[in-house]
């Protein structure tokens, strides 16, 4: 545990965090990135051109510094890096590269008259505490993998069994086990991790598993993004039949057990985990209201799956929103989710279990709509494809 002297002392670079932070940061990713460069296959170099993983870096540090006092509030948040960690393969040999870089960031971002010695000794001692409690917490999850039924432990070699378009813009594809192996089960809302090798370069993903588990395969449905290095490499370049190395699913944005209606707000590629978290609940007897939002109907991924579902399965309500409809799209409503739409679409009661994920923007609209139309916040779900960030609309 940390003494009391430390912890006030963390605590009082609150302010600087508060005003600093993403530029103390920002130097931390350059430092490290250029000076490590074994480490840059684990970060998606658009989060870093964009300066969402340093904006998602920077509240984790500051949140850290606030509640140093009480770390059981950030939880939540452990959880998240847990999962992302686990996904990407963040190993014990990578803990003290990121401690090296962090304090050297501190010190020479905030000066040697702020950062003294002492300051830099107990965020030190700070930070080798949250290590320890992260590389223990990861090394559970690694285990756990490694002896479930199916499951191993870091890399596994996968060959794309099918490569199929769902849309304009997303192509799934279905993996088995080079082994002959099963796999193993795997939560609805969770993700798997690949490593590549792109033209003799590493990089690793984290992708949403968008159909329930099986036991025989795995499928995720990729969206091609403009200029994405490994999305356009996987639509443009793997084929069937190709060997993909696969790391064990992992994730805290799972399908939680309830009887109350269900409800997955989703847009674009964000309806991937929601696919699996409604076949998984099909059978459960509870009602189910399915929303998506689209620009339109070329880019709409899974929408006769959706309707095919809708005709089976009795107390399933599914709802489209089209943005930018085409001339012969049939959306059940067009523009943007308003919360007047949510309203009309939603189960009367309130006391419900919501889901939802898309781009930022949409999340942020939709967890206030969510808040102000009744739902409990508390039943309120939502995961972020990129570095986790606050939600304000």
């Known amino acids: 545990m940390l003494s009391s002297q430390v912890r006030a002392i963390v605590k009082s670079t609150?302010?600087?965090?508060?005003?600093?932070?993403?530029?103390?940061?920002?130097?931390?990713?350059?430092?490290?990135?250029?000076?490590?460069?074994?480490?840059?296959?684990?970060?998606?170099?658009?989060?870093?051109?964009?300066?969402?993983?340093?904006?998602?870096?920077?509240?984790?540090?500051?949140?850290?510094?606030?509640?140093?006092?009480?770390?059981?509030?950030?939880?939540?948040?452990?959880?998240?890096?847990?999962?992302?960690?686990?996904?990407?393969?963040?190993?014990?040999?990578?803990?003290?590269?990121v401690g090296t870089c962090l304090l050297r960031a501190i010190r020479e971002v905030l000066g040697e008259e702020i950062a003294t010695d002492e300051v830099i000794n107990a965020w030190g001692e700070a930070y080798n505490l949250l290590a320890g409690l992260l590389m223990g917490a990861e090394e559970e999850v690694y285990a756990a993998s490694a002896e479930a039924e199916g499951g191993w432990r870091g890399?596994?070699?996968?060959?794309?069994?099918?490569?199929?378009?769902?849309?304009?813009?997303?192509?799934?594809?279905?993996?088995?086990?080079?082994?002959?192996?099963?796999?193993?089960?795997?939560?609805?809302?969770?993700?798997?991790g690949l490593r590549l090798d792109i033209d003799g370069e590493e990089a690793r993903r984290n992708y949403s598993l968008s159909a329930a588990p099986n036991g025989r395969d795995y499928r995720i449905s990729v969206k091609r993004?403009?200029?994405?290095?490994?999305?356009?490499?996987?639509?443009?370049?793997?084929?069937?039949?190709?060997?993909?190395?696969?790391?064990?699913?992992?994730?805290?944005?799972?399908?939680r057990p309830s009887k109350k209606p269900l409800v997955l707000i989703t847009a674009g590629v964000g309806i991937t985990p929601a696919l699996a978290m409604l076949e998984a609940a099909q059978d459960s007897g509870r009602r189910i209201h399915f929303i998506h939002c689209a620009r339109n109907g070329s880019v709409h991924a899974f929408r006769d799956w959706v309707e095919a579902k809708a005709a089976a399965v009795p107390q399933l309500n599914h709802f489209f929103c089209y943005s930018e409809p085409h001339g012969d799209d049939e959306p059940h409503a067009t523009g943007f989710l308003s919360r007047e739409r949510l309203a009309q679409?939603?189960?009367?009661?309130?006391?419900?279990?919501?889901?939802?994920?898309?781009?930022?923007?949409?999340?942020?609209?939709?967890?206030?709509?969510?808040?102000?139309?009744?739902?409990?916040?508390?039943?309120?779900?939502?995961?972020?494809?990129?570095p986790a960030a606050a939600l304000e609309a």
Do not use: C
């Open 14 to 97: 609150v302010p600087l965090l508060e005003t600093g932070g993403e530029a103390l940061t920002t130097h931390f990713y350059k430092m490290m990135l250029s000076e490590y460069p074994e480490v840059r296959p684990l970060f998606n170099q658009a989060h870093q051109a964009s300066g969402d993983q340093a904006r998602a870096l920077a509240n984790g540090v500051l949140m850290y510094a606030r509640h140093i006092d009480q770390l059981e509030v950030l939880g939540p948040l452990v959880n998240r890096i847990v999962a992302k960690h686990v996904a990407l393969q963040i190993l014990p040999e990578h803990y003290p590269i």
């Open 155 to 192: 890399g596994r070699s996968f060959r794309v069994e099918r490569k199929v378009a769902e849309s304009a813009e997303i192509t799934s594809f279905y993996f088995v086990p080079a082994d002959g192996g099963a796999v193993m089960d795997f939560t609805p809302g969770q993700f798997i």
């Open 225 to 255: 993004e403009a200029g994405g290095k490994v999305s356009n490499f996987l639509h443009d370049r793997v084929q069937e039949g190709d060997l993909l190395e696969l790391f064990a699913p992992a994730g805290d944005f799972i399908l």
């Open 345 to 386: 679409w939603l189960p009367v009661e309130r006391d419900l279990d919501a889901y939802f994920l898309g781009p930022k923007g949409f999340m942020a609209q939709v967890k206030k709509h969510l808040r102000e139309l009744g739902v409990p916040e508390a039943q309120s779900h939502y995961e972020f494809f990129g």
